[in-house]
């Protein structure tokens, strides 16, 4: 397992925008846009979550669950309806994802090539590749959520914005664990109600030269990402606190009522500004797409109940999959 995940999270960590649904980033909100700012401490013990969206044709129903990442740390999620459900539930879709396989022989001869595309070029550090008023903020930022530590300022900015996102859901008291889909999986398994993965399968037949092109990502894209990185931090981590507690408390109303920036994007673009990556991402990032929506539909014609998951700022957007199945001819009632 090792060298599956140093290598993939090493080489393509940034680019959690390569889910089939990934996010865009959203123009920062105006006053007008925001909701009221619920308290800075994020909600604790047992929560409602969210209500369920209802996809209906020919008297056969998807009900979809839009899960949210960050989530409090402490949370408990109180799923009465969800687990309802899936107990007369024929089949739960799972999120969209990608099965990546790197052979064990290649994976251990690539982790030197992995180690070595995380950092900057000639041993550079941080201070020497970022303009001086960007490294300033990104001192001031790290020294917040991560420490004194001087490892990471050899990375790449690309591989820097990582670990500063995710030590600032740290101390924000959030995580990214995926509580609501470990719940739904125990749920099905409980009732032992078929779980469907909606895979795209990649196989990386040459890791060493997936890594060289890394390393040619152009300085500036780089740069961008980790900008784009402290942007979103120096911003949006009390937003991030409010769209949790949103979720917690089942408030979609609250939660359609917040933008959502979206660091993510920049760092997409950052690894696509190398053509054979950017056309590799964007086609997968496509398909996968479009088997999930295939999944539902052939769901919705087989079963008379399914349950699904995904991400609920996916849910959300005008042009998401929603819209894609009310244009299939399917009535879709919101929470």
């Not at 001869?109 to 300033?136: C, F, M, S, W």
């Amino acid at each position: 397992m090792l060298p599956r995940a140093a290598l993939w999270r090493l080489s393509l960590a940034a680019l959690s925008a390569f889910a089939a649904c990934s996010v865009v980033a959203a123009e920062p909100s105006s006053a007008a846009d925001v909701a009221p700012p619920l308290a800075e401490v994020v909600v604790t013990g047992e929560q409602p979550g969210p209500g369920l969206w209802r996809v209906s044709h020919a008297g056969h129903d998807l009900w979809i669950l839009g899960t949210l990442e960050p989530l409090p740390k402490k949370m408990t999620w109180r799923a009465r309806e969800t687990d309802a459900i899936i107990s007369r539930s024929q089949e739960v879709l799972a999120p969209p994802g990608f099965d990546v396989h790197v052979g064990l022989f290649k994976g251990l001869t690539a982790i030197p090539t992995a180690l070595r595309a995380r950092k900057n070029a000639d041993g550079e550090t941080l201070e020497q590749v970022l303009p001086p008023d960007l490294y300033a903020r990104w001192l001031a930022l790290k020294e917040k959520y991560l420490g004194s530590g001087n490892g990471v300022e050899k990375f790449r900015p690309l591989f820097a914005a990582r670990e500063l996102y995710v030590g600032a859901l740290d101390r924000a008291g959030l995580s990214s664990e995926k509580i609501a889909w470990n719940h739904v999986k125990d749920a099905a398994r409980s009732a032992h109600v078929p779980i469907r993965r909606v895979d795209l399968e990649i196989t990386v037949a040459d890791p060493k030269g997936t890594l060289r092109e890394l390393e040619q990502i152009p300085r500036d894209p780089d740069v961008a990402c980790l900008a784009r990185t402290i942007e979103q931090l120096e911003q949006d981590v009390s937003a991030m606190r409010r769209r949790a507690n949103l979720w917690s408390l089942g408030d979609v109303p609250g939660l359609r009522a917040l933008s959502y920036p979206d660091a993510r994007q920049a760092c997409f673009d950052a690894v696509a500004s190398v053509p054979t990556l950017g056309l590799q991402m964007t086609e997968a990032r496509d398909q996968l797409a479009d088997r999930w929506l295939t999944a539902a539909e052939d769901a919705l014609a087989r079963n008379q109940t399914t349950f699904a998951v995904l991400p609920i700022i996916d849910l959300l957007k005008p042009d998401g999959p929603l819209a894609h199945l009310q244009r299939a001819g399917d009535v879709v009632t919101d929470p």
